[in-house]
């Protein structure tokens, strides 16, 4: 019997403890093959103490397999574009357009904008590949706090962490073709951390994403395919698997359909 097939049929359970303990037990068993992995390679150097909250980005569908083989589209932007540190432009209508990855301390540059141009701010446009955890968790709960509207329009990114600033909008809209995914956390370093390490910044860097998710609303089984999915790769998110975990409040049609 697979090891993941208990975990699917405990996920048809209603009951939010049920849930939640799937969710942890999902977690306990990535963090024991992340220390497999990295008794396996001890023997490489330690260049120095790694950020365990930044991911490295990167683009589907290149130098990636999804779930299905590749995304049903490409990004329209660049991957000069994407990979650049996070950029802020404000539009008409008040459309703010977040864009490129999320570098250490883009939260900061995020709260400024909203500082002094945060009274003509009514949505968010997201086209990223991710990047900093912890900075993505910030701008989320900023974006909740001031009540924003998020939205990906067709054939842009949201990718990696980005989703976590998705759900921070109060209200949330994939336009078709747009290109979301999640997999799981890791580390922009090619440091080899020790194995405790990897244990104790694996769950609670995932625990964080988790409590946030929960508190906007998004159901858990959005997280459980990011858990499930090795870090080179990315879960492409159907229209209904992001209306079904809540991911979005306001429904797109897509051609896409799992297969």
Known sequence: ?????????????????????????????????????VRNMETSPKLSTPDPAYQIPFLPPAGTKG??????????????????PMTLELGPGGVLLVEGTFDPGASLRFAREIEVRGEYVRTVA???PGGSVDDALAISKLIREKSLTTKVVSRALCASSCPIV?????????????????????NVSNVIPAADEVMSTT?????????????????AELWFNALETPADRLYYLTAKEMADFRLTTT?????????
């Not at 779930?67 to 650049?84: F, M, R, Y």
């Not at 073709?177 to 997999?183: C, I, S």
């Open 166 to 186: 998705l759900a921070g909008g109060v209200e949330r809209l994939a336009e078709k073709d747009a290109v979301v995914g999640v997999h799981q956390l890791f």
């Open 67 to 84: 779930d299905p083989s590749d995304a049903a589209q490409s990004p329209s932007s660049p991957a000069e574009v994407l990979n650049k």
């Open 126 to 128: 997201l086209n990223s």
């Open 1 to 37: 019997m697979r090891i993941d097939e208990p975990i699917k049929a405990l996920k048809r359970l209603d009951d939010g403890t049920a849930m939640r303990g799937v969710f942890y037990l999902l977690l306990s068993v990535t963090a024991i093959f992340l220390i497999i992995d």
């Open 203 to 219: 769950q609670s860097a995932t625990a964080r994403v988790a409590r946030h998710l929960e508190a906007m609303g998004i159901a």
């Open 251 to 259: 429904p797109a049609s897509s051609s896409r359909k799992r297969s």
